[in-house]
Nanobody, 119 residues
Framework: QVQLVESGGGLVQAGGSLRLSCAAS????????MGWYRQAPGKQRELVAT???????TYVDSAKGRFTISRDNAKNTVYLQMNSLKSEDAAVYYC?????????????WGQGTQVTVSS
């Protein structure tokens, strides 16, 4: 089984920074895309950033210039550096990975980590 474990969420003042981490473990043969979604209360889950195995990145417009996604393939870990945080960034952040395990590709999800931004 593949597990994704997130860390790094918490409470931060507006304008501050947080770094989220997500480590994948288990019977993983390879990982293609990794990324982060977020979901605020009463809103749909939103894709924040993705990164391919070749380090090509994409961002939602609201995150461009403030967030940076990166990954360490040797550690099967993806990171999200969030700077200049705003109140609208407050949400539960979920990481995902599209991984090849047990002879098939599947999407795997973390349990979520809360990001709270105080004004």
């Amino acid at each position: 089984q593949v597990q994704l474990v997130e860390s790094g969420g918490g409470l931060v003042q507006a304008g501050g920074s947080l770094r989220l981490s997500c480590a994948a473990s288990g019977s993983i043969f390879s990982i293609n895309d990794m990324g982060w979604y977020r979901q605020a209360p009463g809103k749909q889950r939103e894709l924040v950033a993705t990164i391919t195995s070749g380090a090509t990145t994409t961002y939602v417009d609201s995150a461009k210039g403030r967030f940076t996604i990166s990954r360490d393939n040797a550690k099967n870990t993806v990171y999200l550096q969030m700077n200049s945080l705003k109140s609208e960034d407050a949400a539960v952040y979920y990481c995902y990975a599209r991984a090849y395990a047990r002879l098939r590709f599947d999407e795997y999800w973390g349990q979520g980590t809360q990001v709270t931004v105080s004004s």
